[in-house]
């Protein structure tokens, strides 16, 4: 099994910053990937970006260019960085962990990211 941890989120203005973690623990051994979803409010859950063990990100178009997602291997953490956040980005924000082997996909908890016009 992993466990993972989130922190960070909480309420900011328009056109502010907030960051995001994620730790992963557990059966760590064989995780690839790494990354985040959003859930609003009525909506399905979406992709806001991910980022591989090897190094490579992949975004949503709608958070290219103002989030940043990266990550310590060593530490099995991931973090977002939201710049220029929109009241359309407040949502409740999900780590993601996929691992190899045997496969499997695990969900954090989720914290709350509020964006006020």
């Known amino acids: 099994q992993v466990q993972l941890v989130e922190s960070g989120g909480g309420l900011v203005q328009a056109g502010g910053s907030l960051s995001l973690s994620c730790a992963a623990s557990?059966?760590?051994?064989?995780?690839?990937?790494m990354g985040w979803y959003r859930q609003a409010p009525g909506k399905q859950r979406e992709l806001v970006a991910t980022k591989s063990r090897g190094g490579r990100s992949n975004y949503a178009d709608s958070v290219k260019d103002r989030f940043t997602i990266s990550g310590d291997n060593a530490k099995n953490t991931v973090y977002l960085q939201m710049n220029s956040l929109k009241p359309e980005d407040t949502a409740v924000y999900l780590c993601?962990?996929?691992?190899?082997?045997?496969?499997?996909?695990?969900w954090g908890q989720g914290t709350q990211v509020t964006v006020s016009s």
């Open positions: 993601y962990a996929a691992r190899l082997f045997p496969p499997n996909e695990y």
């Open positions: 557990g059966s760590t051994f064989s995780i690839n990937t």
